[in-house]
């Protein structure tokens, strides 16, 4: 079955970077598109943001526009996230989820962006 898990995240002051990796398994990784989505304490999931499966179309949220990096690496069926100038705003549970906003997702990883 679909299997997603998150590594990268930790307690990092504000301006600094912090880079997410997702290893998946169970499906034909390079033939999906991913997302990195967020969960902030108390609010919903936001889309941060997305790769088509060759990872040569990519889409960010205006919120991290800039400053977040989404990458691929299909050989190893791994989905990265390069987290530069963090903010407390980016404090969240961050998952990896497959094909679609709602679609399977791993356990998460916490990132807290803190002085």
């Known amino acids: 079955q679909v299997r997603l898990v998150e590594s990268g995240g930790a307690l990092v002051q504000p301006g600094g970077s912090l880079r997410l990796s997702c290893a998946a398994s169970?499906?034909?990784?390079?033939?999906?598109?991913m997302l990195w989505v967020r969960q902030a304490p108390g609010k919903g999931l936001e889309r941060v943001a997305e790769?088509?499966?060759?990872?040569?179309?990519?889409t960010y949220s205006n919120s991290v526009l800039g400053r977040f990096t989404v990458s691929r690496d299909n050989a190893k069926n791994t989905l990265f996230l390069q987290m530069n100038n963090l903010n407390p705003d980016d404090t969240a549970m961050y998952y990896c989820?497959?094909?679609?906003?709602?679609?399977?997702r791993g356990q998460g990883t916490q990132v807290t962006v803190s002085s």
């Open positions: 989820v497959k094909d679609v906003f709602g679609g399977p």
């Open positions: 169970g499906f034909t990784f390079r033939s999906h598109r």
């Open positions: 790769i088509n499966s060759a990872g040569g179309t990519i």
